[in-house]
Every structure is written in C-alpha cells, then in structure tokens.
C-alpha cells in the first residue's frame, strides 16, 4: 500500500511538472509573445545603429578639422600675427 501511494504521487509530481514546462512553452511561443520579442530586438538594434550614426557623425566631424587644418583650410594660411 505504502509503495503504491509512493508511486502515485512520484506520477502526479511528474505529470504537473510537465504540464507546467509545456505551459511555459505554449506561452512563449504564441504570436503576441513573439511579436513583442521581435519588437524588442528590432528596437534594440534601432538604437544601437542609431548610437553607430551618431560616433561615426562625431569622428567626421574631428577627421575633418584635422583634414582641414593640413590643408590650410581653417583661415589661418597667409594670417599674419598682429604686431
């Protein structure tokens, strides 16, 4: 009798344990689920090209002072110092 018992719940501790692993399953893989993880990501990788943009305006910007200070471009070439 003991061993039958024992049995029975070890089934029914196993039996709930797998329905709520496929319950959690089921929950991830439903469309809204899945939308709003896809959201998500594409709103992650929105910011991140948006934080790419803004480094590579940033270095263009000084890549081009120091192009134009070597090139005389900056209104210093032919300036004279004032005596």
């Not at 305006?57 to 081009?64: D, F, I, N, P, Y």
């Amino acid at each position: 009798m003991i061993r039958r018992l024992f049995w029975l719940s070890l089934g029914v501790t196993i039996g709930a344990l797998v329905v709520r692993k496929l319950n959690r399953i089921a929950e991830r893989i439903r469309p809204s689920s899945l939308a709003a993880s896809v959201a998500a990501g594409v709103e992650d990788i929105a910011e991140s090209v948006g934080d790419f943009a803004t480094d590579v305006r940033a270095a263009m910007q000084q890549r081009e002072a120091v192009l134009r200070t070597g090139a005389g471009l900056d209104g210093e070439l032919g300036r004279q110092e004032p005596r």
